[in-house]
């Protein structure tokens, strides 16, 4: 799409093209697929003087850089890309960026900012409808609150079961599968192997492994794993 997008020579549309494969390769939780494009798309983004690009570009760059570098500076890099973002009245994908924020304030032990990160842009999408990425952010939610307190697993577990619900309902399978990958770690970490197979059987129903989900062959392995 991207490369399509470029030989088009049209600029807007070669942005889009970069910012879209960027975002997919985000959601796939690959930041090196997502690392060229991020870079075309600030380049295209400055060189032409174009605010929205440069906005979204303005929390690529850091996101990118924080995970292929380990670069601990780029917190506040990325909420001041998520500014410039609502700065320029653009919504759409906040709560995506939220979440990924919201993961790299975990990994850097900031485990209060993550989960208010996580809270705020979950009330937000209350008053605004946008419900598409509330899977992952309550799978991302559980996740920290179990490395947070892993002595007081409930509110984690009631986490991963929201996400799997909404999910559910939302008809997600990656993303249920996603979350019920995170659930069945979850019992298996806390002694319930049956629960983990429970619930890894079905929504693995259907799913073939491949490359560009790799969450399929390690939810197999797990499954594996477990049988008694």
């Known amino acids: 799409m991207a490369a399509r997008a470029t030989k088009i020579g049209h600029i807007g549309t070669a942005s889009y093209g970069h910012f879209h494969f960027a975002v997919f390769e985000m959601m796939r939780r690959n930041p090196a697929g997502a690392a060229p494009h991020i870079e075309a798309l600030i380049n295209l983004a400055r060189a032409h003087e174009m605010p ?3 906005a979204y570009g303005s ?7 924080w995970h292929l570098k380990s670069v601990d500076i780029g917190l506040a890099e990325m909420r001041g890309g998520i500014a410039a973002c609502r700065e320029q009245g653009m919504g759409n994908y906040i709560p995506l960026l939220s979440t990924a924020l919201a993961e790299a304030e975990a990994e850097a032990g900031e485990f209060e900012a993550a989960l208010s990160t996580l809270d705020g842009v979950l009330a937000e999408t209350e008053r605004t409808g946008q419900h598409w990425f509330d899977a992952e952010s309550h799978r991302v939610r559980g996740e920290i609150l179990f490395k947070r307190d892993p002595a007081n697993a409930a509110p984690a577990e009631e986490a991963f079961l929201t996400a799997i619900a909404v999910a559910q309902q939302q008809k997600g399978r990656s993303f249920d599968l996603r979350a019920v990958l995170a ?3 979850f019992h ?4 319930r192997p049956a629960d983990a197979r429970a619930v890894l059987v079905p929504a693995l129903e259907g799913f073939s492994p491949t490359p560009k989900f790799p969450e399929i062959a390690e939810a197999q392995m797990l499954l594996t794993a477990l049988r008694p």
């Open 183 to 185: 659930l069945a770690k």
């Open 188 to 191: 298996q970490s806390t002694g």
């Open 52 to 54: 929205v690009w440069t």
């Open 59 to 65: 929390f690529l760059g850091p996101w990118s850089r």
